[in-house]
């Protein structure tokens, strides 16, 4: 069984930064796709990046030029969020799958909360 745990969420204020951190404890099948989605109060879960495990990047519109994703190695995955704005504010959670999501896990979520 495939655990993802999430680190690096708090309270920030409007421009500064934040950086979570996730790491599957337990072996995933390659190739995947790790990457990180947010869900706000009231509003559905949104992708916010993704990455291969060959380096291929998305990322919400949103976030481009704030955010930056990165792996180290196939197990991990972090998120470099600098000039955070009150709308960034939600719970982040981890995503491990493969490329025809026919498998996938999640983590438990991390509150980001960013004051104005």
């Known amino acids: 069984q495939v655990r993802l745990v999430e680190s690096g969420g708090g309270l920030v204020q409007a421009g500064g930064s934040l950086r979570l951190s996730c790491a599957a404890i337990g072996s995933i099948f390659s190739p995947n796709v790790m990457g990180w989605y947010r869900q706000a109060p009231g509003k559905q879960r949104e992708l916010v990046a993704t990455i291969t495990n060959g380096a291929s990047i998305n990322y919400a519109d949103s976030v481009k030029g704030r955010f930056t994703i990165s792996r180290d190695n196939d197990n991990t995955v972090a998120l470099q969020m600098n000039s955070l704005k009150p709308e960034d504010t939600a719970v982040y959670y981890c995503?491990?799958?493969?490329?025809?999501?026919?498998?996938?896990?999640w983590g438990q979520g991390t509150q980001v909360t960013v004051s104005s």
């Open positions: 995503n491990a799958r493969d490329v025809r999501i026919t498998w996938q896990y």
